[in-house]
């Protein structure tokens, strides 16, 4: 079975504070990684996909990367727009079902 | 360009009662999930339409569940009889068969209630 572990669970930041999320999956092959954002009464919103180790994406103060184990969000120098929870997901090949982890609560304080 | 739309956006009901979420999918957008968040878990999924066609359905709990998806537009997922662990909130999410892999557009989904 497919499974997705986030950690940590909560994160609070001071404004400027650089920090990284972590993501650890097992899949029964990896079709692909996504990082979603998500905010208070909303749904996700889409960041980033990822497909092999070693490859990283990169969208304003996020990072993205990807091990065979593992992906990391890099957030540099954040600001207090930033505060939302981030989702990790994998898709195995063969299938559209996206695997959710539970997410890092992300708090950022000016 | 309107995003997915989901009703209602919050629903309470007794336990044994019947309940039905609408979703309206991008214009356009042939895929169509559900998606379910219960109290402290994760986001796990229900089903996946191609058009009007269940392509994936292992995420449905059980047959309390029906989804259906008509002439391939909207669809509907209704709980019948609805049960305590039944809340949460249902996402619907939409995307397009050549859009990027994993790129879904998510509703701001409808929180069940059942009291």
């Known amino acids: 079975e497919d499974q997705v572990t986030q950690s940590p669970e909560a994160l609070r930041l001071q404004e400027g504070e650089s920090s990284s999320l972590n993501c650890s999956y097992t899949?029964?092959?990896?079709?692909?990684l996504f990082w979603y954002r998500q905010d208070p009464g909303k749904g996700p919103e889409f960041l980033f996909t990822?497909?092999?180790a070693g490859e990283e994406k990169e969208k304003e103060r996020l990072k993205a990367t990807l091990t065979k184990k593992e992906s990391f969000l890099h957030i540099t120098a954040p600001k207090p727009e930033d505060s939302a929870t981030y989702l990790c997901?994998?898709?195995?090949?063969?299938?559209?079902?996206?695997?959710f982890g539970s997410g890092t609560r992300l708090q950022v304080q000016p | 360009e309107a995003g997915v739309t989901q009703f209602p956006s919050h629903s309470v009901i007794e336990k044994g009662q019947t309940v039905t979420l609408r979703c309206d999918p991008i214009s356009g957008h042939d895929n169509l999930y559900w998606y379910r968040r219960v109290m402290g878990k994760e986001i796990k999924f229900l089903l996946h339409f191609v058009k009007e066609s269940k392509q994936d359905e292992s995420g449905m709990p059980n047959n309390r569940f029906l989804a259906e998806r008509t002439g391939g537009t909207y669809s509907t997922l209704k709980v019948q009889p609805a049960e305590l662990e039944d809340s949460g909130v249902y996402f619907c999410?939409?995307?397009?068969?050549?859009?990027?892999?994993?790129?879904?557009?998510f509703g701001e989904g409808s929180r069940l209630t059942v009291l």
């Open positions: 899949v029964s092959g990896l079709r692909g």
């Open positions: 999410a939409s995307s397009s068969t050549s859009g990027v892999p994993g790129e879904l557009f």
């Open positions: 990822l497909y092999s």
């Open positions: 997901a994998v898709q195995a090949r063969g299938r559209r079902a996206l695997t």
